[in-house]
């Protein structure tokens, strides 16, 4: 497709959501499919795009041959299980999957057969070996021990909690896939006295919410609930009603169901590490209403007084509320550098300089804002979302970088608010400590490269860092930040090989050794930054499994420093190692041999004899050893 259908289609994504994007697509539908996935992306994106939309992006995107949505998709493999008719939610799901770089296979499970599938560890179910379980629940289900009165007896609360707890321990003890299970989402038709609490008995509302309390505790790291609240958010007509459950056995009307498989989709995305990580942001009628350089700084509109600056003050709270969930917010904008320098004097704003964890003001493109953007963060464009008022500057930017996800602002602050609550940004399944974090340690990570960019002599810059690296064995504390690294870390990553917590113990069971690497500088803490996984192999040599690192720590020699431990604790055994080569890990393409390693001709794999010690540069690092030996 030419770039008159990109440019088509941003200016009818901004106007027309969904609907402008396919009938864009469908007026350039001879041009080819070149930015066909940057606009699949958008719709999806878009509001909360409905059934009949959705099915059209569908057939667009089965037509063009389902061409890739998002660099390197990742293969995830899941399996529902429902009480009702779920045969028509694989399709979507897998459209809203590949929007989020994820090549997904679904499998569904027979009407009203989950305690049968679930319980019985000879079922199809675990045949598959499904790498996610999703559990849907219908409002029927819950019936069996809620009853159907406006009032629920306390005991019949305990009751169904007991019943989804024999679930998620047959699911646990049967197989070793992730988890998702949706609580209570609600009911067709409601009764009165929702919000009564009347000894040992609630009103419907309230003996949800004491579920769900109840269904958080029942999560480990392999098991997370599902946030389905935007289905409620649709309305009766919409989300739940009475017409499909009625002639369909299905608990969603059509639109629903959509909306089902997107919070589907965000919640597998968030589990495997493809979950956007960072907004980058306009400044002018994006985050305030004006130009600041043709109205001057002050007068440009944010505030509390009520209008468009109230709506500009409420898009800056909803961007600064996600921080503590783990996002990252940039700044690309046309404007001069010594703009910033004014930012935290404004009294209407709610954000301050300092949530921006890179900012890139000057009047060259903002392609390249971007690139540096990517640099100062040290991950890709296409785990970033780009909000922006001007349809020019957001086609300018996918022609450059056509992995990134954009939401068009404006030209009201409530179309740019909702557009934004309702691309689902920052929604996630499951957080670890560093997800927390990951604001703060990547802005210590822009302030270090400054540094390191200014400084006249690397090695002296490397020692004035006071790098402490801490190595520990896998265990209950880092298991989750463990398994979330081998599954987001694709750059600096010799195999790629996706291990849960689960395969990583079950790997130390059988001999093998897990180490996780924890970051320090002058900067501050990066936090768990880098893991290795050795396995034994024949005649008694060492097989390096897997070996990978944050790309926040690059040019550092943490990888130098993880490798002497390994040849350290190897010594008088042979190693052996594989660099599997994936679309985004040419980074390491050369660490093996810079280690010392020679490739074997037969079998490709690299090998270091047990008489070598490798060839291993400096290392400017205070190193405390807390790992176990495997």
């Not at 299980?81 to 569904?108: H, I, K, Y």
């Not at 953007?373 to 020019?392: C, K, T, Y």
């Not at 927390?436 to 540094?451: C, F, K, M, P």
């Not at 090989?497 to 059988?510: G, I, P, S, W």
């Amino acid at each position: 497709m030419s770039t008159q259908l990109l440019v088509d289609g941003v200016a009818a994504l901004r106007t027309d959501g969904a609907q402008g994007v396919v009938a864009a697509i469908q007026r350039h539908a001879a041009s080819g499919p070149a930015h066909l996935p940057a606009l699949l992306r958008g719709a999806l994106l878009a509001g909360r795009p409905n059934a009949f939309d959705v099915l059209r992006l569908d057939r667009t995107w089965q037509r063009a041959g389902r061409p890739a949505l998002k660099p390197a998709p990742l293969p995830v493999a899941a399996a529902i299980v429902a009480d009702w008719t779920s045969e028509g939610l694989p399709r979507p799901l897998q459209l809203f999957a590949a929007a989020m770089g994820m090549d997904l296979s679904v499998s569904t499970t027979p009407f009203d057969s989950v305690e049968m599938q679930v319980l019985d560890p000879a079922s199809a179910l675990y045949a598959g070996r499904p790498g996610v379980v999703i559990v849907l629940l219908s409002e029927e289900w819950w019936q069996r021990s809620l009853g159907t009165a406006a009032l629920v007896d306390d005991a019949a609360i305990t009751a169904a909690v007991d019943a989804v707890r024999r679930i998620l321990e047959a699911l646990r003890q049967h197989g070793d896939a992730r988890i998702l299970v949706a609580p209570p989402w609600g009911e067709s038709v409601g009764h009165p006295g929702r919000l009564l609490h009347l000894p040992g008995h609630r009103g419907r509302t309230l003996a949800r919410l004491e579920i769900l309390q109840r269904m958080q505790q029942l999560c480990d790291q392999r098991t997370a609930l599902l946030d389905l609240d935007p289905i409620g958010q649709l309305g009766r007509d919409r989300g739940l009603g009475l017409v499909s459950r009625l002639r369909a056995r299905i608990p969603f009307e059509p639109d629903g169901l959509v909306c089902l498989a997107r919070q589907l989709a965000l919640a597998l995305a968030a589990l495997h590490g493809r979950s956007h990580r960072a907004i980058v942001c306009d400044l002018d009628n994006t985050l305030w209403g004006g130009v600041a350089a043709e109205d001057g700084f002050a007068q440009v509109v944010c505030g509390r007084e009520g209008g468009d600056a109230l709506g500009y003050r409420l898009v800056q709270e909803h961007l600064q509320g996600l921080l503590p969930l783990g996002l990252v917010l940039a700044v690309a904008s046309r404007n001069q550098p010594g703009l910033f320098v004014e930012f935290d004097s404004h009294p209407g704003f709610a954000l301050r300089s300092t949530d921006f964890a890179s900012a890139q003001l000057h009047l060259q493109a903002k392609s390249l804002s971007i690139s540096r953007i990517e640099q100062d963060l040290g991950f890709a464009s296409d785990l970033m979302a780009f909000l922006d008022d001007s349809p020019q500057e957001l086609v300018e930017v996918l022609l450059t970088h056509p992995w990134i996800d954009i939401v068009p602002a404006g030209p009201t602050p409530e179309q740019t608010l909702l557009r934004l609550a309702e691309a689902g940004i920052g929604c996630i399944a499951t957080a670890t400590e560093d997800d927390l974090q990951r604001h703060q340690r990547l802005g210590s990570r822009v302030r270090q490269l400054h540094a390191e960019q200014s400084a006249a002599d690397p090695e002296e810059f490397l020692r004035s860092l006071a790098i402490r690296l801490t190595f520990s064995a896998l265990d209950q504390a880092n298991a989750a930040r463990l398994e979330q690294l081998f599954h987001k870390t694709n750059q600096f990553n010799l195999t790629t090989r996706r291990h849960t917590a689960a395969a990583l113990q079950a790997m130390v069971e059988r001999g093998g050794t897990v180490v996780g690497v924890h970051y320090q500088d002058a900067f501050g803490s990066q936090g768990l930054i880098g893991a290795y996984a050795l396995v034994p192999g024949a005649d008694g040599e060492v097989v390096i499994d897997s070996l990978l690192m944050s790309c926040r720590v690059l040019n550092r020699r943490v990888e130098d420093a993880m490798f002497r431990r390994i040849r350290s604790q190897t010594a008088g055994r042979s190693l052996v190692a594989e660099y599997l080569p994936t679309a985004k890990n040419g980074l390491v393409r050369e660490l093996l041999p810079r280690w010392g390693f020679v490739q074997a001709a037969s079998d490709g794999r690299w090998t270091l004899p047990a008489e070598a010690m490798g060839t291993i540069p400096a290392i400017h690092a205070t190193i405390r050893d807390d790992a176990v030996e495997g």
